[in-house]
């Protein structure tokens, strides 16, 4: 359109057209568990908005804060969020491991830690899997403790990570692909994810090695690999949507 000023002056005047974005609602319909800080209601209770209704309690101390619409915080301490057991979690049908995928949003001040894990509360010889994220990067690791034994297969990305950062991670494990029998030795694929972007990875074993999921009675920990014994480690730091 023309603009005309006082003086006589003729402008020319542009106007943007105007874009909608519309962004779509967050798919939650197929996922085993869905925790969103903003639907924590206050309660000591995290209630999941996932089809299975799995729910989260908050121990010693975690907290819940409305900052950017709701985030929880752990001290690295004592503090740590916890799924009770749940068949759901075990990603295994006891011959070969199933399909799984970790996602979630963290940012922590200092060193990180384990954000998500599924262990026991002693010794560490009956975890399951874990996710953990610090300033040198992101590992994912399956444990093959059984029976008092110990030992596992980690993925490692080394990358600088920032402090005082959110960062979204994602974990995708294709699971075992023998189909004769039970799973005998690691066969699947695994990705790790920040931010959407696909990192390189080293791979590492240790004690007895991984053969496929072994499933324990051991909650959902956030922020935690266990709650007692020698084995235990904590984060520090924010957790967003998990």
């Known amino acids: 359109m023309a603009i005309r000023n006082a003086q006589g002056q003729t402008r020319v005047g542009v106007r943007s057209p105007q874009v909608q974005v519309t962004i779509p609602p967050l798919i939650t319909s197929d996922l085993v568990l869905n925790l969103d800080p903003q639907t924590y209601s206050g309660s ?18 975690a907290l819940h804060s409305n900052e950017i619409g709701g985030i929880m915080y752990v001290d690295g301490y004592d503090d740590y969020i916890s799924v009770p057991y749940s068949t759901l979690l075990n990603f295994t049908d006891g011959l070969k491991d199933l399909p799984m995928t970790i996602m979630g949003w963290c940012k922590f001040p ?28 992101v590992s994912f ?10 030992g596992g297969i980690y993925f490692s990305v080394s990358t600088s990570l920032q402090t005082n950062t959110w960062y979204q991670y994602a974990v995708t494990y294709t699971g075992g692909t023998n189909t004769s029998g039970s799973q005998t030795q690691f066969n ?7 931010n959407g972007v696909s ?28 709650t007692n014994g020698t084995w235990q480690a904590k984060y520090k730091g924010n957790i967003g949507q998990t």
């Open 44 to 61: 000591g209770t995290w209630n999941g908005t996932s089809s299975t209704t799995l729910n989260a309690n908050l121990y010693n101390g």
């Open 110 to 137: 200092e060193n990180g830690g384990p954000i998500v894990s599924k262990s026991d509360t002693g010794n560490g010889t009956q975890n399951d899997y874990s996710v953990d994220i610090s300033k040198t990067g």
């Open 141 to 150: 690791t399956l444990y093959s403790g059984n029976g008092g034994s110990g």
């Open 188 to 194: 699947g694929t695994v990705k790790i994810y920040l």
């Open 199 to 226: 990192y390189p990875y080293t791979t590492g074993t240790w004690g007895v090695a991984f053969a496929r999921l072994i499933a324990h009675n051991n909650p959902l920990y956030l922020g935690s690999l266990g």
